[in-house]
């Protein structure tokens, strides 16, 4: 049996590992492939389809005002629009060891297309405890903060509400995106 836990704790986004049953790290989700053309239209990820809305955005002429004004200094996916977190493939990690950077793919799982940078409150880098393998499947939200278009590249970063510990990475996540509170 294998669940899908929260990793840490943070505030402006998050990165989910796979645990089997025993709550040991299990084999990483390999990025999916595209369907064949002949296959009948599936049902788009929403997550999926923001995020190509967002690339599209990005590509096109008006990508610099779209970037400042709808995506600096704001927390995406927005809650509001019903898509939680942006779905990614881990194509690398700085330092390999406890990484606090994560480059993933969002699009064909092998692309790098956004840095994810961990952080706590006072701006200082997090690392995680343990390395994220390559090709490992990421649910995440964060907060833009810089963008290039050649390469192309986003960054969020990534508040971390505490540091892991050394001897877990499982810690429960009070605040979910989505979530008002009272």
């Known amino acids: 049996m294998r669940f899908l836990i929260p990793s840490v704790i943070l505030s402006a986004a998050f990165v989910f590992f796979v645990l089997d049953s025993s709550g040991q790290q299990a084999s990483p989700p390999k990025a999916s492939t595209p369907a064949p053309a002949a296959a009948a239209p599936a ?18 002429p008006g990508w610099h005002d779209f970037f400042e004004l709808k995506m600096r200094d704001r927390v995406l996916p927005d809650p509001e629009t019903g898509v939680e977190h ?19 793919a969002m699009t064909d799982g092998k692309t790098p297309e956004v840095r994810l940078t961990l952080r706590d409150a006072r ?15 990421i649910e995440f939200y964060g907060i833009p903060y810089d963008f290039t278009q050649d390469p192309f590249m986003v960054s969020f970063e990534v508040k971390m509400l505490q540091t892991p510990s050394a001897d877990s990475l499982l810690i429960v996540r009070n605040d979910p995106p989505g979530k008002k509170k009272k």
């Open 86 to 104: 942006f779905k990614g493939v881990v194509v690398s990690s700085r330092p390999k060891a406890r990484p606090s950077e994560l480059i993933l």
């Open 43 to 60: 049902t788009p990820d929403p997550a999926v389809a923001m995020w190509a809305s967002v690339k599209k955005e990005l590509t096109g």
């Open 123 to 137: 701006q200082n880098l997090v690392p995680l405890t343990k390395p994220v393998p390559e090709g490992s499947g």
